[in-house]
């Protein structure tokens, strides 16, 4: 891999947020209006729920780290999204530029956009609601490796879709965190879940870093070994949605479609 | 054209061909650009020269044939040979978002051209983009913007540039311009030049030789000045219309 060709796309994100807040807005302003919103409910739940009962680390935590995973995903899906929006394709993918530079170059956008992100979610949360996140200890940080290496695979699977179905299928994409939190457990236990829910959430690697996190508030030991298989997972499911990726593109080529794509006729 | 009579091919299409179903875009064309050599490709609307310059740019896949830049196999060397090309085409223009110097900095990196800011401020001076520098792409005019894709696509100092309509959405004197600045490129001689236009004033004035394209096929290849009179024709353009409207006629590479 040529780190020039993947400082192309990255330096491109890197000017379209310096000279635009339409675009730096969001990386922070949704998830601090969440972080808000429950921040509020938890401490109305707080003062009706029994006497020492914390829902600060079990809801406004889980908000958290959802909203970190779901900004990981849409950091990979929006920079795709501009290439598309700019009819840019031809001028990308008829460049000595492989797609494992491209995706790579999508991969460190999301990654200084989510962490943007994450740090005003940490500031908001901790200062206003008083979310400590030494509640979790040390787990705190393979959770959100977890959380950000599912991001990244599902925003490479999204954006592989939307090389497939045409621009207009960009609308498929927004909702998809929405989508898989009942299946994920963020606010309840697996168990709650009907079988076959269940068996789709063992799928999902942010359901472990859920489960984790509740049994850690409750007082139980770290489940390090279930929190390695979730590693695992993530990284595999990663190395699918590269591959899905390559594949689709190729499709692309063979059919015409990379070379139609700009007249949207395939919406 | 270059000075040495058989300059080496920087780029060789052999035996090309797609097919979409029953459907054949392109049909086993084959041709060679010359180092030094402007080569128009020429034909009517739908005639394959698009999906030709697709499958020369690797964003295409071939139903079968072989695609060559500079020696390098582009199915097998897509990198190596795309490192070598570039091209500016009306249906592609640079991001808007962006400004002129951004969009040449990024292309830059992604062409990995060595000494990206001395480079950017050559292609600024020669195409008289400096007072541009930090103006977005998406406010340019039609014309100025097409001197800001021609930048990008001498970026790297192609060995092969594909240049598809190049003129077409801007005025005659500008035009000129830009043909001049083409025409210097070539005479370079380090560089070949893939050209499409559907203005054969333009054609006869810059292009070295022509390919005829009609349903997917090279029906007629030589030189602009003298390919009419040896099919009898008064004018490069009304040989055009005679080949777009009876392409039978010359099937066998001459007029029946």
Known sequence: ?267 | MHDDPHPPAVLSVHTLRKQYGETVAVDDISFDVRRGEIVGLLGPNGAGKTTTINMVLGVLQPSAGRVVIDGLDIARHRARALALTNFAAVYAPLPGNLTVWQNLRVFGLIYAVPDLRARIEQLLEQFDLRRFRDSKCGVLSSGEQTRVCLAKAMLNRPRLLLLDEPTASIDPASAHDLRQMIRAIAANGDSGILWTSHNMYEVEAVCDRVLFVSHGRVLLEGDPRRLPAEHGAASLEELFISVAREPLAFENGSRA
């Open chain 1, 1 to 267: 891999m040529n780190i020039r060709h993947i400082a192309g796309i990255l330096i491109r994100h890197y000017y379209l947020l310096r000279g635009s807040p339409t675009r730096v807005l969001p990386t922070f302003a949704w998830v601090a209006i969440d972080i808000v919103l429950w921040g509020f409910i938890t401490r109305y739940l707080n003062s009706v729920g029994p006497s020492g009962m914390d829902f600060v680390p079990t809801l406004l935590g889980a908000v958290l780290l959802w909203d970190f995973f779901s900004r990981v995903m849409q950091g990979v899906t929006t920079a795709f999204f501009e290439d598309v929006w700019s009819r840019n394709f031809l001028n990308v993918f008829a460049s000595p530029l492989t797609i494992a530079e491209y995706v790579s170059g999508l991969v460190l956008t999301s990654i200084i956009t989510s962490l943007v992100g994450l740090l005003v979610m940490l500031v908001l949360a901790g200062g206003v609601f008083g979310l400590s996140f030494f509640t979790y200890g040390i787990l705190l940080l393979p959770y959100l490796l977890v959380l950000f290496m599912f991001g990244i695979a599902l925003g490479i699977v999204a954006s592989a879709m939307v090389l497939r179905l045409g621009p207009a299928s960009e609308w498929l994409v927004w909702p998809i965190p929405a989508l898989l939190a009942p299946f994920a457990g963020v606010f309840y236990p697996l168990a709650t879940l009907p079988a076959w829910m269940q068996w789709i959430g063992h799928l999902l690697p942010p359901s472990y870093v859920f489960e984790g996190m509740r049994a850690i508030v409750a007082g139980q030991s770290p489940p390090w070994a279930t929190l390695a298989g979730a590693l695992l997972l993530a990284a595999a499911q990663i190395v699918a949605a590269g591959w899905c990726f390559a594949r689709v593109h190729r499709y692309a080529v063979r059919t015409g479609l990379l070379a139609r794509y700009s007249a949207e006729s395939v919406a």
